[in-house]
């Protein structure tokens, strides 16, 4: 999961504010004279943000790897909390199954 943040003290830097045009999923947005942040969820880690800043800095982004976003689509034939709550179904039977093939070891 992205972590974007713009450096308070640096948000209105004319090169901070470069990265609006910059980034290419739009995450940025520039208000009363400010970078902002509007939509962190679409970063998808790319940093050319950071790069165009190089050592100046003013933005940083990072990766949280306690957290992930996590979507799928699915045919149309079983809603999307059906075809999740099968997916659970399966893998919980292979890991019992699993934990009875090591049990028997």
Known sequence: MPTVKVVPSKAGNDEVLECEAICPKKVFAVKDGKLAV??????????????????????????????????????????????????????NSSATEFGEQIEAL
């Open 38 to 91: 509007v939509d962190e969820k679409a970063c998808d880690l790319c940093r050319a943000c950071t790069e165009h800043l190089s050592e100046k800095g003013g933005i940083v982004v990072e990766g949280d790897d306690t957290t992930f976003m996590f979507t799928f689509e699915t045919d149309g034939s079983l809603t999307a909390r059906q075809a999740l709550d099968k997916a659970v179904e399966i893998l």
